[in-house]
């Protein structure tokens, strides 16, 4: 999957002071994460629904 076009939107959550900083994009079906200070390295790739029932499970 190309990546390259897509938006980027990093954490509310993340520091600007070098530490862990973690981005998201939306692509068809996924939702896509990286480290924003390797925007080159590996992506995870997480199913719509896969990624919304984790995002609920850490939310409770």
């Known amino acids: 999957m190309d990546l390259n076009t897509t938006t ?3 954490s509310s ?8 900083c973690v981005e998201l994009a939306s692509a068809p079906g996924i939702i896509a994460v990286r480290d924003s200070k390797n925007p080159d ?3 995870l790739l997480i199913a719509r629904d896969e990624f919304a029932a984790l995002v609920t499970t850490l939310k409770h």
């Open 8 to 10: 980027w939107r990093k």
């Open 13 to 20: 959550h993340s520091a600007g002071t070098g530490g862990e």
């Open 41 to 43: 390295g590996p992506k």
